[in-house]
């Protein structure tokens, strides 16, 4: 079957931009998961 994951995504990274996202953690946040779509940058 296929499962929709699109509600449980916040938003996409380039693998650079990795690094940054637990300072975006700090205060609060809805709760959802950042996934790294781009591994070349």
């Known amino acids: 079957g296929y499962v929709d994951l699109t509600p449980m ?20 946040t809805p709760p ?3 996934v790294i779509t781009d591994f070349s940058r």
Do not use: C, H, I, N
């Open 9 to 28: 995504l916040d938003r996409e990274v380039s693998l650079s931009g990795a690094s940054a996202e637990p300072r975006t953690m700090k205060g609060a």
């Open 32 to 34: 959802a998961t950042t």
